[in-house]
């Protein structure tokens, strides 16, 4: 049946009263109507004055280049816009124009021809938005050009081609060439936008196979305020009660001093700094204030960071220094709080001793302590990130609760690999409608490149893959509950999309969790389905062999070729204006 239905809407395109093409080659009009037609006007505007010539246009305004605006036919890009505040907006860095549809459909023939010109000189920096001095010329050049009436005439081929008449092959006459040329930058579009669908898609099958990540384990706490805990692929599924009796901090000393500026020596002396052992004495000169003492000491890079700052408490000594240790936790095995400090501060300062910094510390270095499950012991750790206590999880102690006991449960989650499959969907998806309505409109109708890329793509995306063993429980998408829809009409939204049996797809990750990965990523050297898939892919966005860069190679040769056209016809004119300039 699904063969069937694939069969019928492809002659539903075939037969259509339409040429048809191989990525390049003319095959109708069409598109989008409105930039179609600002395309038309474009295109026989550059014409017109590439026809009158350099010496003509110097007449009425000498900053305008012919050269210039015949080069930029080939650059401009149109897209369809609403409710601007102004009929069009041009950029002249990415030479894209945004068209206001509404206002364009409601202009007049001549208010559209001058919107032309005034985004040729926008496009080409000769005017700003909102400023119409060079475009008012290049717009009364226009009307004074011998091609005026043709491109008054663009308003009825657009109302005859509206209408249903399709041109079934390339006209040979000079006439025809604006209206090829068009085409040709309109199925330029349309293949880059399915490249970049293509490309969309071939990431999203990428991802289907890394697997690993399809199934984490995720902690959840019973009080994330207090400890919350990170999983890793070896945890455990199972629950874990525990109290946080004490965090670990970091050793805080404070001096006091009369301010901030004040110098606190006045004689060459040294401030002996011993952390976790270690110890460093720092030279002081005569005249050095505290603030500069703190940026000393901070340049020793010794493991501490001190800061000033003033308490404002209106005393003699309401400055202070603070010197806190950067490692949390207490250096000595001893965990017995009140001794073994981790710092001790030394000075031979005239005007800062060793006094002012007290005999305790502010914030004493002390160990994070824990009890876990019905264990007598506590458990000290330097830090609050604690990863050995735990098997599989690393602990993040947040706020100390002493005897109130917390419960972490571990449990697993398969929502990334439900988020790899639903983003393959989804790109599937945009994917194959943005074909479907290339192959059945637009300039691209019945294009034989994309009707291949829509038949194998949808022949292929829920069949089996091939050499999978036999006794695995998932050969294709459709035993994941993911299946194509054949809807009953050929240009409704849905048709040919694939969706999923949300229900079917957690039944088979939950049951049949190997068997899945094994579908998508393979296993001893047999192919899953994102392999099998992105091969598919590859012969449609393959830089060298690809049937979207070749495409793109085609239209860019024929859009060569028409410029060798236009070329030809200007030169002969120009010859038969010489000859009657001779006469």
């Given at each position: 049946m699904k063969n069937f239905k694939l069969f019928a809407f492809l002659m539903?395109?075939?037969?259509?009263?339409?040429?048809?093409?191989?990525?390049?080659?003319?095959?109708?009009?069409?598109?989008?109507?409105?930039?179609?037609?600002?395309y038309s006007y474009f295109s026989k505007i550059t014409l017109a004055i590439q026809e009158m010539g350099q010496a003509r246009v110097d007449q009425t305004n000498k900053k305008i280049s012919v050269k210039d605006i015949w080069e930029l036919r080939r650059q401009v890009r149109c897209i369809p816009a609403g409710d601007l505040d102004r009929g069009a907006r041009s950029n002249s860095t990415t030479k894209v124009t945004s068209l206001d549809f509404k206002k364009w459909n409601n202009d007049t023939i001549d208010q559209k021809i001058r919107l032309v010109t005034h985004e040729i000189c926008v496009l080409l920096k000769l005017d700003g938005e909102g400023e119409y001095y060079n475009s008012e010329d290049l717009y009364q050049i226009v009307l004074f050009s011998p091609k005026i009436n043709e491109i008054r005439a663009i308003e009825k081929d657009f109302s005859t081609r509206a209408s249903g008449s399709i041109r079934k092959a390339i006209p040979k006459g000079p006439e025809s060439l604006d209206q090829i040329s068009?085409?040709?930058?309109?199925?330029?579009?349309?293949y880059q936008q399915l490249a970049s669908l293509t490309e969309g898609l071939n990431n999203a099958v990428n991802d289907l196979g890394k697997t690993a990540d399809f199934k984490t384990e995720v902690v959840q706490s019973s009080d994330p305020a207090v400890v919350t805990g990170v999983a890793s692929v070896s945890a455990r599924i199972s629950s874990v009660t525990l109290s946080v009796e004490g965090l670990a901090t970091n050793e805080s000393w404070v001096g006091a001093f009369t301010g901030v500026n004040n110098a606190v020596t006045t004689q060459r002396g040294t401030l002996t700094l011993k952390l976790r052992g270690r110890e460093r004495a720092i030279m002081v000169v005569a005249g050095t204030t505290l603030v500069s003492l703190a940026a000393q000491i901070n340049s020793e890079n010794m493991g501490v960071s001190?800061?000033?700052?003033?308490?404002?408490?209106?005393?003699?000594?309401?400055?202070?220094?603070?010197?806190?240790?950067?490692?949390?936790?207490?250096?000595?095995?001893?965990?017995?709080?009140g001794a073994n400090f981790n710092l001790s501060i030394t000075s031979s300062l005239t005007l800062l001793p060793t006094e002012a910094f007290g005999s305790m510390p502010v914030t004493e270095g002390l160990n994070a302590k824990i009890k876990v499950g019905g264990l007598a012991e506590d458990i000290y750790r330097e830090s609050n990130e604690v990863a050995d206590v735990v098997p599989g999880v690393t602990l993040n102690l947040i706020s100390a609760q002493p005897g109130v006991k917390k419960t972490l449960t571990i449990t697993e989650n398969t929502s990334n690999a439900v988020i790899k499959i639903k983003k393959f969907i989804e790109k599937y998806n945009q994917l194959i409608t943005a074909l479907r309505k290339a192959i059945i409109s637009g300039p691209t109708t019945g294009d034989l490149s994309l009707l291949y890329m829509f038949s194998k793509l949808t022949t292929t995306v829920t069949d089996a893959v091939p050499k999978l063993p036999e006794n695995l429980s998932i050969h294709s998408l459709v035993d994941l509950g993911i299946e194509t829809v054949y809807s009953s009409y050929s240009d409704q939204d849905n048709d040919t999309q694939i969706?999923?049996?949300?229900?079917?797809?957690?039944?088979?990750?939950?049951?049949?969790?190997?068997?899945?990965?094994?579908?998508?990523?393979?296993?001893?050297?047999?192919?899953?389905?994102?392999?099998?898939?992105?091969?598919?892919?590859?012969?449609?966005?393959?830089?060298?062999?690809?049937?979207l860069p070749k495409g793109l190679a085609?239209?860019?040769?024929?859009?060569?070729?028409?410029?060798?056209?236009?070329?030809?016809?200007?030169?002969?004119?120009?010859?038969l204006n010489h000859n009657g300039e001779k006469k």
């Open positions: 539903f395109v075939l037969s259509a009263d339409t040429a048809l093409a191989v990525g390049g080659h003319e095959i109708g009009n069409g598109g989008e109507p409105n930039c179609s037609q600002y068009i085409d040709i930058m309109l199925q330029e579009e349309i001190a800061s000033v700052y003033n308490t404002g408490d209106g005393s003699a000594n309401a400055a202070r220094i603070d010197i806190t240790d950067l490692l949390p936790g207490k250096a000595n095995r001893d965990p017995t709080p969706l999923s049996n949300e229900s079917r797809l957690m039944d088979e990750l939950v049951n049949y969790f190997e068997d899945l990965t094994t579908f998508f990523a393979g296993k001893n050297e047999v192919n899953g389905f994102s392999s099998y898939f992105a091969g598919v892919l590859s012969t449609m966005i393959d830089p060298s062999t690809g049937i085609n239209l860019q040769r024929d859009s060569l070729q028409i410029m060798d056209q236009y070329q030809k016809q200007f030169e002969e004119n120009q010859k």
